[in-house]
């Protein structure tokens, strides 16, 4: 557009995460605690549109989380295997995955692999489910950004140095 009468940008400013798939060799601070041999690295916290980015990284075998989405979910698949035993698919190294919303599924990684990454677009809630569908918790850009936020408070980045992430 060339009509430049409106000084005025009513944008969000963009954001760019350098190095946002490197999985080794990152200052490990960066990794969010998020369950026992869970972390994750945000890439967005979009809390204009309800969504977040991040990369999960999964350091221990077994049923990782059973849940329920309440918006889509796309995931792209960095290190590792992992499946849903509701689906008769795996997610592998180079896999891309779409989760609609309502689906509930146990996310599980077998025991051969140390390590599983995964980049994950999550629109919406996690509703944590236990094996009756009775629910656990739940989870959104907000209480993701919480975690990080404290998260780098305690490791000395300061609670301040989750912004960067936040649209
Ligand atoms: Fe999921």
Do not use: C
């Amino acid at each position: 557009m060339s009509d430049t009468a409106h000084e005025v940008n009513y944008q969000v400013d963009d954001l760019v995460v350098p190095g946002g798939l490197d999985l080794d060799g990152t200052d490990e601070r960066l990794w969010v605690p998020q369950a026992d041999g869970v972390v994750f690295r945000p890439l967005i916290f979009s809390v204009s549109q309800g969504y977040f980015v991040n990369i999960l990284r999964v350091r221990r075998t077994g049923t990782v989380s059973r849940h329920r989405h309440t918006g889509p979910v796309h995931a792209f698949t960095l290190r590792g295997r992992w499946h849903y035993p509701e689906h008769d698919w795996w997610a592998e190294e180079g896999t891309y995955s779409f989760e609609p919303p309502g689906d509930v599924h146990t996310l599980v990684v077998p025991e051969d692999v140390t390590e599983m990454a995964a980049l994950f677009h999550a629109t919406g809630s996690y509703l944590y489910v236990d094996e009756k569908g009775g629910p656990t918790g739940v989870e959104d850009v907000f209480t993701k950004l919480e975690k990080a936020r404290n998260h780098y408070e305690r490791v000395g980045l300061g609670a301040s140095y989750v912004e960067q992430f936040i649209r």
